[in-house]
């Protein structure tokens, strides 16, 4: 998923807490889905600097405030505290550094999932796809975000982010600790590069701007490498024609003809509804930020059930999936450019 653009999290800040305390102590990463709010104090809901989180950003996670956790702590990097409590909702738990499940305490299961839908039975993925234009106003330096134009594919249509085999913990498959240890530094970069046929490299970077940034690297080695097969071309041709399916739909219409504007995410699961079958929006879950006094649809997230397959349709795919909350209700179509 995309990760943060930062270097390495620093030491923080420790925070004070109760001596009666009953945390339990996790390893692992947090990323963030929505721009909750970090607290200082769960109690008293301080939140020095108003600090929230960067939807699709990773923090790394230091503990759950009982063994079931209702609340996270994790590192804010900038924050004065640097550790911060985040609710279990606000995003999603990825595996600890010796690349198991993080889970709070010592064989003690894991918080239930809550994010994009995951169904029981068969093979599971979360497609994740961003607009672009809303994913820029917080990276503008990123190589994909300067160069970006309103004529451009990704100023009117949905970008691939990335196709996320399931359960979360589900990462890295038979990847060297050299490439992990890349990936997790965010030095994309010197991950090799997908073995793709010249068609597919074509069309995989109009449908993801980020290959520019070396997106493409950190999706194949984290999540393509759990595809049930195990091609980097097959993994990636796949996600495109998926993404394809939703750029010809009335989805990509609402958002296309209300650029600027604000809509309602109910209004975005009926066109979901419209394109791709009955109930196929309450699969998909929306991830906004708040830009100045602006709260912007960053990424959406959908649920999908099956193998991804040539010829595989997405509205199949969906209804295998079970229903997810919906996250945030409403938010602008963010134009390109600095707003």
Request: proline share 6%; aromatic share 8%.
């Amino acid at each position: 998923m995309r990760k943060s653009w930062l270097a390495a999290l620093a030491v923080s800040t420790l925070v004070p807490f109760m001596s009666a305390r009953a945390e339990e102590s996790m390893k692992g990463v947090f990323t963030a889905r929505e721009a909750c709010p970090a607290l200082q104090s769960i109690r008293k809901q301080t939140n020095p600097g108003d600090v929230k989180l960067t939807p699709g950003q990773d923090y790394r996670l230091l503990a759950g405030n009982k063994p079931d956790p209702t609340f996270y702590r994790v590192q804010v990097e900038d924050a004065q505290p640097a550790q911060r409590w985040v609710p279990v909702s606000c995003g999603e738990v990825k595996a600890g550094d010796n690349g198991t499940p993080a889970t709070p305490g010592a064989g003690k299961p894991g918080p239930a999932r809550s994010d994009a839908a995951i169904s029981t039975g068969g093979a599971s993925y979360v497609f994740a796809i961003s607009w672009q234009a809303a994913f820029c106003e917080g990276l503008p330096d990123k190589t994909e975000c300067r160069t970006q134009t309103a004529d451009r594919y990704d100023a009117s249509h949905f970008t691939l982010h990335g196709l996320w085999p399931q359960p979360r913990g589900n990462a890295y498959c038979g990847v060297a600790r050299r490439d992990i240890e890349a990936d997790k530094a965010h030095r994309w970069e010197d991950l090799p590069e997908p073995q793709l046929e010249p068609a597919t490299r074509t069309a995989l970077e109009k449908a993801m701007p980020g290959t520019a940034s070396f997106l493409d690297r950190h999706e194949w080695i984290e999540h393509g490498t759990c595809f049930f097969e195990k091609s980097a071309d097959a993994y990636f041709r796949r996600s495109v024609a998926l993404i394809g399916e939703i750029n010809a739909s009335p989805v990509q219409k609402l958002f296309a003809d209300n650029v600027g504007k604000e809509i309602d995410t109910s209004q975005i699961r009926s066109a979901f509804d419209q394109g791709f079958g009955a109930g196929a929006g309450e699969r998909v879950r929306f991830a906004c930020k708040r830009d100045g006094s602006r709260s912007i649809i960053v990424e959406m997230t959908i649920g999908l059930r099956g193998e991804v397959k040539d010829g595989a349709k997405l509205a199949d795919l969906i209804a295998g999936a079970s229903p997810t909350d919906q996250g945030c209700k409403a938010g602008i179509v963010d134009p390109v450019g600095l707003q």
